[in-house]
Structure formats: C-alpha cells, structure tokens
C-alpha cells in the first residue's frame, strides 16, 4: 500500500511538472490518461423528483440546470479540453482557474469568486482490488448547480451521496446546492480516516514485529510508510485551509445553516492532521527502534558466542596441554587418566553452563 502511494505520485509529478516547463500562463493542457472518452453525469433532484442520465456534451449537460431544481454535473475525464472550456465560459472561468482544474498536481486550495466558488481538493480512497487511488478533484458552486471534475471515469467515493439522493426523505434532497457541496467534502474527508486507518494498522504490525522478531528488512518498509506519510500530509493537509476558508466565507451561495456543517467538517480535518503529525513522529522514532533492536539482537548473538568461547576456553588449555609431544608425562601411562580428562573437561563445562544461567547470562 505505502509502496504504491509514494512512487505512483512521484512518477506523476515528474512526468506534469516536466512537460509544463514554458508553456504561457493560462494554457489548458492535460497531461493524464487521453484515451478514455469524457463521460459526464447529470443529477437533477428538488424535494420531490430525481433525475439521473449521461451525455457526451458539456450543452446538454448544461442545458439540465434549471432554477426549480438542483443540478450536479461530474465531468469524468479531463482530456477533452474543447468541452471543458465549453463549461469554462458558461460559468465565466478565466483560463487561469481551468488551467488549476486540468492541473492533476495542484495543490488543494478555494477560489471565492464573484458568483462562483471554485475547491481543488484531493480524492483519496482505495479501489475494488484494494489499490490505493489519489484522484484530482475540482468542484465548482454556482447557483443552483454544482460542476465536480473527476481524472477518469470509474470508482469513486460518491457512491454513498447518489444512494442517499436517490432517497426523498434525505436531507440532501430539502436543503439546496451548498449542502450538497458539504456532503461531497465530507465523504472525501471521511475517506481520508479509512486511510489514516490502514496506515495506523500498518504502524502498529511494524511495532509489534520490532519487539517479537526484527527482520533486517523492516527498515525498507520503515521508509515505504514515512513516504506514504509525507504523502497524505501534503495531500490532506491543505484540505483544512480549504473547509476553514469556505467556512469563514460570507459568499451568498454558502448558506448560514450550511455553516455549521462546514463548521464541523473542518474540525475533522484538524483531526486528521494533527493524527497525521502523530504517526509521522511516531514513524521516525520507528527508525530509532529499529536500530535498537537490531543492536539488541547483534548483542545477544555476540554473547551467546562470547559465552561459548569462554567455556570451550580450558577445554582448549587441557588439550593442549594433553597434546604435547613429552617423553615425561606421568598421565599418560595410568589407565585411568583419559576417562579422567573428560569427566574434568564435562564437569568444567557443566559448572561453567550452570554458574551463567544463575547470573541469568545465557
């Protein structure tokens, strides 16, 4: 999972930020997946109807909004820039805001406009096969419509917001637009504890590992995981400046009563942060751990070495001794001197076994 997180981002930023170098400011370029078509999803809803399809074109996508109802517009795929710039200029975005809505890299960040509020934030959430997908979001509130920007067209983490829209009693389908740019924030967020979750459970198997059995190659994952965690603090740490700001915001689209619910949203990312500082503290002291175990475990075979050599070391003198070539040597012509050297050599060794578990040493 870490090893995912940290080389798929790196590849990406090199490969963006390379091919960008001299182009003019404002210059709508995408650098992603280009053969996946543009699909993009039309949900209109008021108290009392729901309505779902897809078109292919950012017209009849727009043609959808109406002021009786709310209208939420997912572009899937940002390749085709002629329809992009399409929606651009019906909501009057100047080239510099698309450029930030095409740039998959940008950092998250909130545009108070005139009649528009433009969020850039990160989706992160893991896929159907369990791999780690960080995903390039744009939303744009307007009145009575919401424009969201997605990478590609596939999984995402709304699922939860359709399902509950579908549903008439739901409070998304009484309240108007800006709550429904709240409850897409805060699946976001919500999906950010789930990985904050696995990161945790990957924390904690390391530790455990650590303290029972340290292998030599836990320092590479040690790495893995403070990458992943640099990772997600710069992902996910902007995303309090963002709900903060659109909280502090006095923008007529954003409702008093909404407020409160950006209110607590941002409460929640503050959470996550400062989790997020948490677990990289803990991860470099994971490091330091590392190397103590590893001493520790290097120590305890020095010693049980130092032991053995210690005790094979008047076995060694006796033998010796018994090994040179002496004419005059009154032991070797008793019968009973052999059997004799061995049961000194056993009880040496035994005494010396029994004298080091007592001082707890082996």
Same mark, same amino acid.
């Given at each position: 999972m870490s090893k995912n997180i940290a080389l798929t981002a790196k590849k990406k930023r090199k490969t963006n930020r390379s091919k960008k170098v001299g182009l003019p400011a404002g210059s709508l370029? &995408?650098? #992603? %997946?280009?053969?996946k078509p543009i699909n993009i999803e039309v949900i209109t809803y008021n108290e009392s109807s729901y309505s779902v399809k897809k078109v292919q074109w950012a017209e009849e996508a727009l043609s959808s909004i109406a002021d009786n109802k709310v209208t939420w517009i997912n572009v899937n795929g940002? %390749? %085709?820039?002629?329809?992009?710039?399409? @929606? #651009?200029? &019906?909501?009057?975005? $100047? $080239?510099? @805001? @698309?450029?930030?809505?095409?740039?998959?890299e940008h950092r998250p960040k909130v545009e108070?406009?005139?009649?528009?509020?433009?969020?850039?934030?990160?989706m992160l959430y893991y896929g159907k096969d369990e791999q780690f997908i960080s995903e390039h979001l744009a939303l744009l509130l307007g009145k009575n419509y919401l424009i969201t920007f997605q990478e590609s067209e596939g999984e995402d983490v709304f699922e939860p917001v359709r399902k509950r829209l579908q549903n008439a009693d739901t409070t998304l389908r009484k309240r108007p637009v800006d709550y429904l740019l709240f409850g897409l924030l805060d699946t976001i967020v919500d999906n950010y504890f789930v990985i904050l979750d696995k990161v945790s459970e990957k924390i904690e198997s390391i530790e455990d590992e650590l303290i029972i059995h340290p292998r030599e190659d836990m320092i590479s994952e040690i790495q893995l995981l403070k990458k992943t965690a640099i990772f997600l603090q710069k992902s996910i740490m902007p995303s309090r400046e963002v709900v903060n700001k659109i909280e502090k915001s006095a923008h007529y689209l954003i409702d008093t009563d909404t407020k409160h619910y950006f209110k607590d949203l941002h409460d929640h990312t503050v959470q996550i942060v400062e989790t997020l500082g948490t677990y990289r503290d803990i991860l470099w002291g994971l490091t330091d751990t590392y190397m103590g175990a590893m001493s520790n475990k290097m120590n305890n075979i020095m010693r049980l070495l130092t032991l053995i050599s210690t005790i094979f070391i008047p076995l060694t003198f006796i033998v010796g001794v018994y090994g040179m070539n002496f004419k005059y040597m009154p032991e070797l012509e008793v019968w009973w001197a052999y059997p004799l050297v061995? @049961?000194? *050599?056993?009880?040496?060794?035994? #005494? *010396?076994?029994?004298?080091?578990?007592?001082?707890?040493?082996l």
């Open positions: 370029v &995408y650098f #992603g %997946n280009k053969e940002l %390749n %085709n820039i002629e329809e992009i710039k399409k @929606l #651009g200029a &019906y909501t009057q975005l $100047n $080239n510099l @805001l @698309l450029e930030d809505v095409l740039d998959t108070i406009l005139d009649d528009h509020i433009l969020v850039i934030i990160k061995w @049961l000194v *050599m056993i009880g040496i060794s035994v #005494g *010396m076994i029994f004298y080091f578990r007592r001082k707890k040493w």
